[in-house]
């Protein structure tokens, strides 16, 4: 990239996300919109801490996109970011912003998540690139995440595209050092909406016109790749030449040491020139890509021999041991040719996430597992044996889907976010006799609960759901969403409030319930199950972290317990077993803040510490 | 300079990514280049959590590969033999003198290792272990939440950092009301760990 001269220059060690934030601000980003999910969270938190630039929490990614859209088409600049499942979310408004094209540059982050650190899958968004026939910027660390950003406003502009700007978790949430120019543009043209229906209104006779000027639009951007500063080559020996982008540069970088490299910033389009130049300069071309083929197969297709997927798998995040164990293996010479002394196999116990002490999801959680009819039915799935109906529970995704795991085992699927209360809507239709409980989170719910609740409610449907209200999204760092009442920026907003929502939606059968009262919820789950009508229950308590911390702390009488070990079915991590006798860690337990445990305890075993019993 | 890799491990809410956030703050403000990745999960708090962290006069790759670290701080003791798959032949280990048994896990039959065990561990890649009293410095300290910067003190022994990047950085990164006691910390972790024979 070429640099802004200014004498004001300084460096920063920043995240691949935080690089992006000031990137967009630094390029007079405007309007930034974002759902929060995890690796791509961090960007719209640090735009949100800009003056000048109106951040917001959307209820979800297509609305994100949806008013980012609007922003540009008034000429501002706008940025809107999320996950990779997020784009899927946000596909629709995707495929329309690249055919009516934008008005101020207009960038969408999808940051994939490689390795599936917390996602439900790892598809590769850089296809979504070329199904919109729009341009694909690729940073590899951060100080190219800050300058790719600037220009994909320019990029965006000059070719009337909106820009995919995909990064990874490692680009994300890496940090590295970041030379800034300090001459931020401003961004306070004045907005304006000029009336352009054959741009903007895509009815079929006006988006027939757009379909040839969009690819128009990405041979003419393909014709910029050839010498675009996105790209570089970097000179090396003539035997092997290494094509790359993201992370997997910096992998190939270390294990091909001598090789020469290409590195693509723009991954889609690819200049058919700059890739067959590059090849015929070099005796072996490997491609060292993350996830899909995605560079491979269009290069091997402009007729350019190329290897790469054949020893780099397709699955999982790569890491720069992976690539040289995996290239050696496959004849390449490369780095780290000592192999690592073996270590002896030592079976260590795991330490799988769980929620938190004092999570307000435990305590729902524990009494599903402990239907009695839910119960029975596990028993009779484990010996393959028949049984009376029990209780099935769908789910979605949040802190909450860790209600799967043992020993609680109280989500049966958990497919993507909302889902739940739809795949139990159609259980309940295909004729199952099991109780259904459908349950979601309070930030899910507003981000795609409500339609499928509009569903079961118009077709009659007589499941549970439950809706976990921690009055956050807590699994990405707690930021608000409509039922919070708080903005982006930490201001108060206007509360959606969720038992008036469903309410006003036709539900009868509404009950708020406290996270922590363990009878009131079995009890209110028991006639949810039992009554022949939709039931929602809102169980709601404050997310552990946002709580301030109780000083005090439970323990476990050691004459009084029987060791049954049910509060260790609670799964809670300050709770743990030693050699048969149950420990409270008191630096860990939420004290004040939860009190399941004694609730579960049926010989009154556990109690605050130093409390008269 | 080569390049200097450092692991750091623990669990959730130690402190791991504000500890090396202030290694690389600290390794920027003298001019090296520096990349760190850090690998949390799912979990808020409670789950393991991995560090890497590179120094020198190009990084490339924030991650390091397994087998080619050369320091291991483990401010936890199950996580530090948890992550001793990084740690190259001969490194050294740091270990602190703490443990946090998982709540339950399908296999909970087997044992939290004990201090033989770990030392077992780690063994198979290095002799240089040093048990380090971070829960007890805290605890003296009366803030248990300076434990990760007593364990930064004694790691500093053996980066080629100066007092003064240390201590613009730890300023810059750690909260103001905090920072007294975890300078305090630092030093007597640096101090310590120096009386101890480790740096």
């Given at each position: 990239m070429e640099k802004r001269k200014n004498p004001d220059q300084v460096t920063r060690l920043l995240s691949g996300n935080e690089a992006m934030a000031l990137g967009a601000y630094h390029a007079g980003v405007k309007v930034a919109t974002a759902y929060p999910g995890t690796p791509s969270t961090e960007i719209l938190e640090n735009i949100a801490r800009f003056q000048n630039v109106y951040a917001e929490w959307s209820t979800n990614e297509k609305v994100a996109l949806e008013v980012a859209m609007g922003a540009s088409y008034t000429g501002a600049r706008a940025l809107t970011g999320m996950k990779h499942v997020g784009l899927n979310v946000a596909a629709d408004p995707l495929m329309s912003a690249s055919i009516t094209g934008v008005k101020g540059g207009f960038v969408i982050v999808s940051a994939d998540d490689p390795g599936m650190h917390s996602s439900q899958n790892e598809q590769d968004s850089r296809h979504y690139a070329r199904l919109a026939k729009i341009p694909c910027l690729e940073p590899y660390d951060s100080q190219s995440a800050y300058n790719f950003m600037i220009k994909a406003f320019e990029i965006s502009e000059m070719f009337d595209t909106p820009v995919l700007f995909r990064s990874t978790t490692r680009i994300s949430h890496s940090k590295s050092v970041v030379l800034i120019y300090s001459d931020a543009l401003n961004g306070s043209t004045q907005p304006g909406f000029i009336r352009q229906p054959e741009k903007y209104v895509m009815l079929p006779v006006f988006a027939r016109a757009r379909h040839p000027v969009i690819e128009k639009r990405i041979d003419k951007i393909k014709e910029y790749a050839l010498d675009c500063s996105f790209n570089e080559v970097i000179p090396g020996n003539t035997k092997t030449g290494v094509i790359s982008s993201s992370i997997a540069f910096q992998y190939a970088r270390e294990v091909f040491l001598d090789a020469s490299f290409l590195r693509l910033g723009m991954t889609y389009p690819l200049s058919e020139n700059l890739i067959r130049k590059f090849a015929s300069g070099v005796e072996k071309l490997i491609v060292i890509e993350e996830l899909d083929p995605f560079l491979e197969e269009m290069i091997r297709s402009m007729?350019?021999?190329?290897?790469?997927?054949?020893?780099?798998?397709?699955?999982?995040?790569?890491?720069?041991?992976?690539?040289?164990?995996?290239?050696?293996?496959?004849?390449?010479?490369?780095?780290?040719?000592?192999?690592?002394?073996?270590?002896?196999?030592?079976?260590?116990?795991?330490?799988?996430?769980?929620?938190?002490?004092?999570?307000?999801?435990?305590?729902?959680?524990?009494?599903?597992?402990?239907?009695?009819?839910?119960?029975k039915m596990l028993t009779a799935n484990e010996k393959n044996t028949t049984n009376e109906p029990g209780v099935i529970i769908t789910g979605d995704i949040g802190c909450y889907t860790l209600g799967a795991y043992p020993p609680l085992s109280a989500m049966d699927t958990c497919a993507c976010m909302g889902a739940g209360i739809g795949q139990a809507l159609g259980m309940e239709k295909a004729g199952l006799e099991d109780s259904l409980i459908a349950v979601i989170g309070d930030s899910t719910f507003m981000h795609s609960g409500m339609t499928s609740l509009a569903d079961a409610i118009y077709n009659q449907s007589k499941i549970t759901i439950i809706i976990l209200d921690n009055m956050t999204t807590g699994m990405t760092g707690h930021q608000g969403h409509p039922g919070t009442g708080v903005s982006a920026s930490g201001r108060q907003a206007t509360q959606v409030k969720i038992e008036d929502v469903v309410r006003s939606m036709g539900v009868n059968r509404v009950e708020v319930l406290d996270a922590f009262d363990m009878e009131n919820l079995r009890r209110a789950i028991k006639s949810a199950i039992d009554c022949e009508e939709l039931s929602v229950l809102i169980v709601r308590g404050d997310c552990a972290p946002v709580r301030p911390r109780s000083h005090a702390s439970r323990v476990v009488l050691a004459e009084s317990c029987t060791r049954c070990h049910n509060c260790l079915k609670l799964a809670c991590s300050a709770i743990h077993d030693d050699d048969g006798r149950v420990i409270i860690n008191s630096d860990f337990c939420a004290g004040d803040n939860c009190g399941v445990c004694e609730q579960v305890c049926p010989s009154g075993a556990i109690n605050i510490k130093g409390r008269t019993v | 300079m080569g390049t200097l890799n450092i692991i750091m491990t623990g669990i959730g809410g130690q402190g791991i990514i504000l500890a090396s956030d202030v290694i690389a703050e600290a390794a920027m403000l003298q001019g090296l280049d520096v990349k760190k990745t850090?690998?949390?999960?799912?979990?808020?708090?409670?789950?393991?959590?991995?560090?890497?962290?590179?120094?020198?006069?190009?990084?490339?790759?924030?991650?390091?590969?397994?087998?080619?670290?050369?320091?291991?701080?483990?401010?936890?003791?199950?996580?530090?033999?948890?992550?001793?798959?990084?740690?190259?032949?001969?490194?050294?280990?740091?270990?602190?003198?703490?443990?946090?048994?998982?709540?339950?896990?399908?296999?909970?039959?087997?044992?939290?290792?004990?201090?033989?065990?770990?030392?077992?561990?780690?063994?198979?890649?290095?002799?240089?272990?040093?048990?380090?009293?971070?829960?007890?410095?805290?605890?003296?300290?009366?803030?248990?939440?300076?434990?990760?910067?007593?364990?930064?003190?004694?790691?500093?022994?053996?980066?080629?950092?100066?007092?003064?990047?240390?201590?613009?950085?730890?300023?810059?990164?750690?909260?103001?009301?905090?920072?007294?006691?975890?300078?305090?910390?630092?030093?007597?972790?640096?101090?310590?760990?120096?009386?101890?024979?480790i740096g």
């Amino acid at each position: 990239m070429e640099k802004r001269k200014n004498p004001d220059q300084v460096t920063r060690l920043l995240s691949g996300n935080e690089a992006m934030a000031l990137g967009a601000y630094h390029a007079g980003v405007k309007v930034a919109t974002a759902y929060p999910g995890t690796p791509s969270t961090e960007i719209l938190e640090n735009i949100a801490r800009f003056q000048n630039v109106y951040a917001e929490w959307s209820t979800n990614e297509k609305v994100a996109l949806e008013v980012a859209m609007g922003a540009s088409y008034t000429g501002a600049r706008a940025l809107t970011g999320m996950k990779h499942v997020g784009l899927n979310v946000a596909a629709d408004p995707l495929m329309s912003a690249s055919i009516t094209g934008v008005k101020g540059g207009f960038v969408i982050v999808s940051a994939d998540d490689p390795g599936m650190h917390s996602s439900q899958n790892e598809q590769d968004s850089r296809h979504y690139a070329r199904l919109a026939k729009i341009p694909c910027l690729e940073p590899y660390d951060s100080q190219s995440a800050y300058n790719f950003m600037i220009k994909a406003f320019e990029i965006s502009e000059m070719f009337d595209t909106p820009v995919l700007f995909r990064s990874t978790t490692r680009i994300s949430h890496s940090k590295s050092v970041v030379l800034i120019y300090s001459d931020a543009l401003n961004g306070s043209t004045q907005p304006g909406f000029i009336r352009q229906p054959e741009k903007y209104v895509m009815l079929p006779v006006f988006a027939r016109a757009r379909h040839p000027v969009i690819e128009k639009r990405i041979d003419k951007i393909k014709e910029y790749a050839l010498d675009c500063s996105f790209n570089e080559v970097i000179p090396g020996n003539t035997k092997t030449g290494v094509i790359s982008s993201s992370i997997a540069f910096q992998y190939a970088r270390e294990v091909f040491l001598d090789a020469s490299f290409l590195r693509l910033g723009m991954t889609y389009p690819l200049s058919e020139n700059l890739i067959r130049k590059f090849a015929s300069g070099v005796e072996k071309l490997i491609v060292i890509e993350e996830l899909d083929p995605f560079l491979e197969e269009m290069i091997r297709s402009m007729g350019v021999e190329v290897t790469g997927k054949a020893f780099i798998p397709v699955t999982g995040e790569l890491a720069p041991g992976v690539v040289a164990r995996l290239a050696r293996d496959h004849g390449l010479e490369v780095r780290y040719e000592k192999e690592q002394g073996e270590l002896h196999e030592v079976e260590l116990p795991a330490r799988p996430p769980s929620m938190c002490p004092g999570c307000p999801h435990r305590g729902i959680f524990f009494v599903l597992a402990r239907l009695s009819k839910r119960r029975k039915m596990l028993t009779a799935n484990e010996k393959n044996t028949t049984n009376e109906p029990g209780v099935i529970i769908t789910g979605d995704i949040g802190c909450y889907t860790l209600g799967a795991y043992p020993p609680l085992s109280a989500m049966d699927t958990c497919a993507c976010m909302g889902a739940g209360i739809g795949q139990a809507l159609g259980m309940e239709k295909a004729g199952l006799e099991d109780s259904l409980i459908a349950v979601i989170g309070d930030s899910t719910f507003m981000h795609s609960g409500m339609t499928s609740l509009a569903d079961a409610i118009y077709n009659q449907s007589k499941i549970t759901i439950i809706i976990l209200d921690n009055m956050t999204t807590g699994m990405t760092g707690h930021q608000g969403h409509p039922g919070t009442g708080v903005s982006a920026s930490g201001r108060q907003a206007t509360q959606v409030k969720i038992e008036d929502v469903v309410r006003s939606m036709g539900v009868n059968r509404v009950e708020v319930l406290d996270a922590f009262d363990m009878e009131n919820l079995r009890r209110a789950i028991k006639s949810a199950i039992d009554c022949e009508e939709l039931s929602v229950l809102i169980v709601r308590g404050d997310c552990a972290p946002v709580r301030p911390r109780s000083h005090a702390s439970r323990v476990v009488l050691a004459e009084s317990c029987t060791r049954c070990h049910n509060c260790l079915k609670l799964a809670c991590s300050a709770i743990h077993d030693d050699d048969g006798r149950v420990i409270i860690n008191s630096d860990f337990c939420a004290g004040d803040n939860c009190g399941v445990c004694e609730q579960v305890c049926p010989s009154g075993a556990i109690n605050i510490k130093g409390r008269t019993v | 300079m080569g390049t200097l890799n450092i692991i750091m491990t623990g669990i959730g809410g130690q402190g791991i990514i504000l500890a090396s956030d202030v290694i690389a703050e600290a390794a920027m403000l003298q001019g090296l280049d520096v990349k760190k990745t850090d690998s949390i999960g799912m979990a808020q708090r409670g789950g393991s959590v991995i560090s890497h962290l590179r120094l020198g006069n190009i990084v490339n790759s924030p991650l390091i590969a397994e087998g080619d670290a050369d320091i291991l701080l483990g401010m936890e003791k199950l996580e530090a033999a948890r992550a001793v798959i990084f740690l190259k032949e001969g490194g050294v280990a740091l270990v602190n003198n703490y443990a946090v048994s998982p709540s339950y896990s399908k296999d909970g039959i087997k044992k939290y290792p004990d201090d033989n065990a770990v030392s077992k561990i780690i063994g198979f890649r290095t002799e240089k272990i040093h048990f380090v009293e971070g829960l007890k410095a805290a605890r003296s300290l009366g803030n248990m939440r300076a434990m990760n910067i007593y364990l930064l003190g004694a790691l500093s022994n053996y980066l080629p950092l100066t007092s003064d990047a240390w201590l613009i950085s730890l300023k810059s990164r750690l909260p103001e009301k905090h920072l007294n006691v975890n300078l305090k910390a630092f030093k007597q972790g640096q101090k310590e760990a120096n009386c101890a024979g480790i740096g």
